[in-house]
């Protein structure tokens, strides 16, 4: 038998290339393909010049000093980055759009350049009426209004770092990372819109903070208003609007340091507590800046929008600092992509306000995307999308099913595809096609970003030939690398820089093929070994989402004592494709159907041993699927840590449908 490193990442389609139309090339902001050969030859001379496009109060004078595993970029050098978002704009587009926002309930906030500007620096002026300071921490606890934005915002005005947590998490993960990071003051809002319901976070945020000791005031942002009632500490909680009422409008950013602190962003890993990603101002801004403005071909009059929340880290880069550091026009939504204006369930959301508000870029999750994919075509069908001009794609790797009917029924086989690589740890996107110069392929996130070093190796970090699966590294560092974990430097260097040393090491499995495009293939921890044949359990679940019953999947090994592991799949049907519940006939057949399709797709070693046909997944609040639980049941194991599950119920169902159904 072949080697099973030598099979193709995926199937016939994932084959097919697709080409960026004349017209939008001609009018990218890169439509050179000569920029790969000359970044590559000296990225130094590129990160430069990406930097110098930024506005620095005083110029570097070294432009890197590498201390393995640390890093400095742009040593000596001064800026700040709301100034680089905000008051670098007000001279030429003052007046244009900054944030459009809409509400869950349909109502909408807009805020120019030069209005954003003023709330910040008024927000600013607040933070240090209560005493912070610069190298001080914030945590932000906020939902998706441009206020999240703003607290961003005047935090890097005032050299404060901010450490956001999703509005989701709960008062448990609140506090544990306010502790972490020992924050002084926790900004939140009343409560936020989501599915119609009210959800309370200053009332989680009063759980938290009498656990969390550096914690002395709490500014509250009143997104609702009297429908919800708010509890005031006394002494310790303060309004939003009443912190700012009498605040000046002007507020002097602190000079920062190239490497002063901007913030941290907290990743949870399979293991242990939390990591608290610590990122820089200069280089993590070169990152943010310059990836957004050659990924996303941003220009001042498109719509920009970016569907993740400022909790995750695509929300920091390419919500927040990314397009706003290019003066771009940004979009913002509050709420659930299957909930109406009027108030009622509704799956095109998304479709209705790309088409009523005209965005013309749109960045989003390969789990929306098959999410829509289940509800059916006929959501985006009803609504007219011509503004569209570019998708992106991020979180997980994209199924080349997934990546097709996004092309086709979201970009009209019109609009290019960014699919792109990246993690909270590396800060901006380092493997990505440029949209006006790249050819892509579904499913394959295409080059490395100019003038950044991937390859992919074998377990003795030699690297491997084309075609052949192994371990992604990054051989050099760069200015948008993360500089530690909060607190806890040697786990950076354990983590990341210690399988491979010299090596930066993200944890993901993947492959190089011989036109230097990579094929991520998911966390080397779900990859199976199946009588000794490495399986990318991310490969198995796009091949069950093509066929036609399937609308998502999720493969796990399962041990076994003669193979060693055996892959088990937990399908959800499509709807209206799917057997009846209680159709046991149905089911039967489903299940046979789907073991025989695997294994002629991929090979008889493929085989699921089991197939359970679910509702649910069992996925992190960001949408990721997690693997090592459904692994959990599936060992019969006691489940570990759950705090990061969107919807712990989930995992019951799937329990006892395990248990109903394994052969
Ligand atoms: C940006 C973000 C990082 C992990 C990463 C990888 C997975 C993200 C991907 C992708 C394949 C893509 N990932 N984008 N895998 N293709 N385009 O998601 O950061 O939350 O830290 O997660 O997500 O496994 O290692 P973060």
Not at 177 to 198: E, H, P, Q
Not at 414 to 428: A, F, Y
Not at 644 to 651: E, F, G, H, I, R
Request: proline content about 7%.
């Amino acid at each position: 038998m072949a080697p099973d490193t030598e099979r193709p990442v995926s199937n016939v389609q994932a084959q097919q290339k697709f080409h960026p139309s004349p017209e939008f090339s001609r009018a990218a902001n890169v439509n050179d393909p000569e920029i790969y050969a000359r970044c590559n030859a000296n990225p130094d001379k590129f990160w430069e010049e990406c930097a110098l496009q930024l506005e620095w109060m005083k110029p570097w004078i070294q432009l890197s000093e590498w201390n393995p595993p640390h890093a400095k970029w742009f040593l000596d050098g001064k800026l700040n980055v709301s100034s680089n978002c905000l008051d670098r704009h007000l001279a030429g587009r003052g007046d244009q759009r900054a944030i459009i926002w809409e509400g869950e309930p349909g109502d909408q906030k807009t805020l120019t350049y030069r209005e954003l500007h003023a709330e910040v620096c008024r927000f600013a002026n607040g933070l240090r009426r209560l005493g912070v300071q610069k190298g001080d921490r914030v945590t932000i606890y906020m939902p998706m209004t441009p206020e999240g934005a703003i607290a961003m915002l005047a935090c890097s005005r005032i050299g404060a770092l901010h450490m956001v947590v999703f509005g989701g998490f709960s008062a448990e993960a609140l506090q544990e990372r306010t502790n972490d990071c020992g924050a002084k003051v926790v900004v939140t809002a009343d409560a936020y819109w989501r599915r119609g319901n009210l959800v309370g976070l200053k009332q989680i945020v009063d759980e938290a903070v009498p656990h969390c000791p550096t914690v002395e005031k709490v500014v509250v942002f009143q997104r609702v208003g009297a429908t919800v009632k708010t509890s005031m500490v006394e002494g310790r909680d303060i309004w939003w609007h009443d912190l700012i009422a009498d605040t000046s409008l002007e507020c002097d950013p602190e000079e920062m340091d190239a490497e002063d602190p901007l913030f941290i962003l907290y990743t949870s890993g399979s293991t242990g507590k939390p990591k608290g990603i610590l990122h820089t101002t200069g280089g993590y801004l070169t990152g943010a800046y310059i990836t957004t403005k050659l990924i996303f071909d941003i220009k001042p009059e498109d719509l920009y929008w970016c569907t993740a929340d400022i909790g995750w880290v695509t929300g920091h880069s390419y919500v927040v600092y990314g397009p706003l550091a290019n003066g771009a026009q940004v979009f913002m939504y509050e709420g659930s992509p299957d909930w109406s204006t009027e108030g009622k369930p509704g799956r095109d959301r998304f479709w209705d306000m790309i088409e009523r508000h005209k965005i013309s870029i749109l960045y989003t999750a390969p789990t929306l995307i098959r999410a829509c994919m289940k509800w059916g075509e006929e959501y985006p069908a009803s609504h007219d999308l011509s503004s569209l001009r570019l998708l992106g794609s991020v979180g997980e790797p994209i199924n080349p099913e997934a990546w097709l009917w996004y092309h086709k029924h979201i970009g009209h086989e019109r609009c290019p595809i960014v699919d792109t690589w990246w993690q909270t740890e590396t800060g901006s996107i380092m493997i990505s096609p440029l949209p006006g110069i790249v050819s892509t392929t579904p499913a394959s996130a295409t080059k490395p970003f100019p003038g950044i070093k991937a390859e992919v190796v074998n377990e003795k970090g030699e690297r491997q030939p084309a075609g052949q699966k192994g371990i992604l590294v990054i051989t050099q560092p760069w200015p948008w690398m993360l500089r530690t974990i909060w607190g806890d430097d040697a786990r950076y260097v354990k983590t990341y820089w210690s399988r491979f040393p010299g090596m930066y090491f993200p944890g993901d499995g993947a492959m190089e093929d011989e036109d230097g495009n990579f094929w991520l293939l998911g966390r080397v921890d779900d990859i199976m070994l199946v009588a000794g044949h490495n399986i990318s359990t991310m490969e198995m679940e796009s091949v069950l989402i093509e066929h036609p019953a399937i609308a998502e999947a999720a493969v796990i090994g399962k041990p076994d004592d003669v193979k060693g592991q055996v892959p088990v799949a937990f399908v959800i049907a499509r709807e209206g494709h799917g057997p009846k519940p209680g159709d046991h006939d149905a089911i039967h057949k489903l299940d046979a159907e789907l073991k025989d399709y695997v294994a002629k797709r991929l090979g008889v070693i493929c085989r699921p041993a089991d197939v359970i046909l679910t509702a649910d997944l069992p996925k992190t609040r960001s949408g990721k699927i997690m693997r090592r639980l459904l692994r959990d049941i599936a060992e019969g194991h006691i489940l570990g840590d759950t705090t990061t599950l969107a919807d712990p119920d989930v995992l019951a169902g799937i329990k006892e449908k395990y248990a109903s159904e394994e052969d």
